[in-house]
């Protein structure tokens, strides 16, 4: 059954070949969706994990969330250093790390903060920040590179890197005249820190002192900024609790006591804010994929259909070597369930090279890669609902057969 089922389909390869290509374009792009989607929830809540909260002027949780774990974006105004150091006392933190943004180096962002940074952040599920090459940068002409950095343009230790003004990918403003030089390459994370380049907060400091608006007062200490060992302004501050019972206390005391208008967000909350945006997006998505899926199995149908009419002299001649109604029935299943089982097979290797070919450009624009482990019980779920599908699809046509009588193929139509 099997080998004649496979030579009925191979004499008609061209239609088939179609009809595998379109139901194998359809497991791949419902297959795609949905490791898009989860390999991007991964990805983000990986990042954010470890900070308690997120300190940063008034704003949009989700923005803020963005601009500082991600890169993508920005805090808009800047916070006082001296608001840093009350937020640093308050009772229930364990530590505070500052940011400061506004720069990129050839379109991947720039981060000021301390040494710190490296010591408290976590990512995938705890895991510690390592140097695959170097060491944190000690002085303020130095900088601590992503490993999607240093792949991307081959930096090493000791390499020079120029960074420029602005959050964009083009900037006409380049700090030509502080170079900075590598002192650190981070192990890879799978996180958007793998395409962050960090400098120190005196470093990003010194940057922008010809931006800042020159003081009224020429002897008063904002204009002796240069000489103060930390910035007058930050942008935001990630934080760790040393007692989780005191992020409630924290987030009130910033809201009611701060001289500043500052918002405590909760890395958590705020992603699953961005997951309620996204969400209709991904619904679409998933419909869109969904429809494409049923049209192929009708496709699927329509061609088996198709082919019962060309095909009559060829069920009337098995009849009449002895096969059974249920034999002919048989083998219109089995090519169908032949050309599902192709489909998937086609399209869970299409999906393996979309995966390979489309993770350079999600990394390098969005700072997160598609994985390309073994495929889930959730995507096996999905790839056995369609070949059930499929079997389903395919009585149809194999019901008209069933019924055909022996006569019907041997009399000529006019």
Not at 340 to 364: H, Q
């Amino acid at each position: 059954m099997i080998v004649y089922a496979f030579q009925s389909l191979w004499n008609r390869r061209l239609v088939v070949a179609l009809t595998v290509l379109s139901l194998a374009m359809a497991i791949a792009l419902i297959l795609g969706v949905e490791r898009l989607r989860d390999s991007a929830r991964a990805s983000f809540a990986n990042t954010a994990s470890g900070i308690d909260l997120i300190i940063a002027p008034r704003g949009n949780d989700v923005q803020i969330l963005m601009a500082t774990v991600f890169g993508v974006g920005s805090t808009g105004t800047a916070m006082q250093w001296e608001s840093y150091e009350k937020i640093s006392r308050m009772p229930g933190v364990g530590w505070t790390v500052p940011l400061m943004m506004g720069d990129n180096h050839r379109g991947y962002p720039v981060i000021g903060t301390t040494p710190s940074y490296f010591e408290h952040f976590r990512h995938s599920g705890g895991s510690q920040l390592m140097f695959s090459d170097g060491r944190p940068f000690g002085t303020g002409d130095e900088a601590v590179i992503g490993s999607e950095v240093a792949v991307r343009f081959g930096y090493g230790i000791g390499d020079s890197l120029v960074n420029a003004h602005g959050a964009g990918a083009v900037s006409f403003e380049m700090h030509d005249d502080a170079p900075f030089s590598v002192s650190g390459i981070l192990k890879p994370t799978g996180t958007a820190v793998d395409r962050m380049v960090f400098i120190s907060t005196n470093g990003f400091d010194a940057l922008h002192e010809g931006y800042r608006q020159p003081a009224a007062d020429p002897f008063s200490s904002a204009a002796d900024a240069k000489t103060q060992e930390h910035p007058q302004q930050i942008n935001a501050v990630f934080l760790g609790l040393s007692q989780r019972t005191a992020i409630l206390g924290i987030q009130r005391a910033l809201q009611t006591e701060s001289d500043e208008a500052l918002s405590a967000v909760m890395p958590n909350v705020a992603l699953l804010q961005l997951w309620s945006i996204t969400g209709t997006a991904e619904g679409a998505l998933q419909l869109m994929s969904i429809a494409v899926a049923a049209a192929s199995l009708i496709g699927m149908v329509v061609m088996l259909s198709a082919a019962l009419e060309a095909r009559r002299r060829e069920f009337a001649i098995l009849r009449s070597v002895g096969a059974a109604p249920r034999t002919v029935f048989g083998l219109i299943v089995s090519e169908a369930l032949m050309m599902a089982l192709m489909g998937i097979l086609l399209g869970l290797l299409l999906l393996t090279v979309a995966v390979f070919l489309a993770n350079p450009i999600l990394s390098a624009n969005f700072g997160f890669r598609l994985q390309l482990a073994a495929f889930s019980a959730h995507e096996m779920l999905i790839v056995l609902a369609v070949f059930c599908f499929a079997a389903l699809a395919s009585l149809l046509p194999a019901w008209r057969v069933y019924r055909t009588t022996l006569s019907d193929g041997l009399t000529a139509r006019l």
